[in-house]
C-alpha cells in the first residue's frame, strides 16, 4: 500500500544543505506534475515546489533562489534541493502528485530541522 517514499531530511545548521528523494509508485509519478509540500508545527501543509511531467517548475516565493525541484521519470523519482536552509523551513516534508492529493494518501514524510 506505501505509494510515496520520503528520504533525506535530517538535522543541518542554517545555511547548509540537504537533499531530500521521494520516490513514488508508477501509477502516481507517470504523466503527472509532482511537488514537494510541508508542514510545520500548528501550521497548514503548504505546497513549496512543483514539476511538470516535462520538467517546468513553480516555487513558492520563501523558497524561490534557494530550492530547486527536479524529477527522473524513468526512476519514479523526484528531487529536492534545498541550500541556504533557514530555520522557518524546519518542517515535515511531503511529496505527492499535485492533481491526486484527493486520492492518494499521503506518505510519512521526511523531518527537516534547520537549527539557528
Known amino acids: 500500500q506505501v505509494q510515496l517514499v520520503e528520504s533525506g531530511g535530517g538535522l543541518v545548521q542554517a545555511g547548509g544543505s540537504l537533499r531530500l528523494s521521494c520516490v513514488a509508485s508508477?501509477?502516481?509519478?507517470?504523466?503527472?506534475?509532482m511537488g514537494w509540500y510541508r508542514q510545520a508545527p500548528g501550521k497548514q501543509r503548504e505546497l513549496v515546489a512543483a514539476?511538470?511531467?516535462?520538467?517546468?517548475?513553480n516555487y513558492a516565493d520563501s523558497v524561490k533562489g534557494r530550492f530547486t525541484i527536479s524529477r527522473d521519470n524513468a526512476k519514479n523519482t523526484m528531487y529536492l534541493q534545498m541550500n541556504n536552509l533557514k530555520p522557518d523551513d524546519t518542517a515535515v516534508y511531503y511529496c505527492?502528485?499535485?492533481?491526486?492529493?484527493?486520492?492518494?494518501?499521503w506518505g510519512q514524510g521526511t523531518q527537516v530541522t534547520v537549527s539557528s
Open positions: 514539476i511538470s511531467s516535462g520538467g517546468s517548475t
Open positions: 508508477r501509477s502516481i509519478f507517470s504523466g503527472n506534475r
Open positions: 505527492n502528485a499535485v492533481t491526486l492529493t484527493w486520492l492518494t494518501p
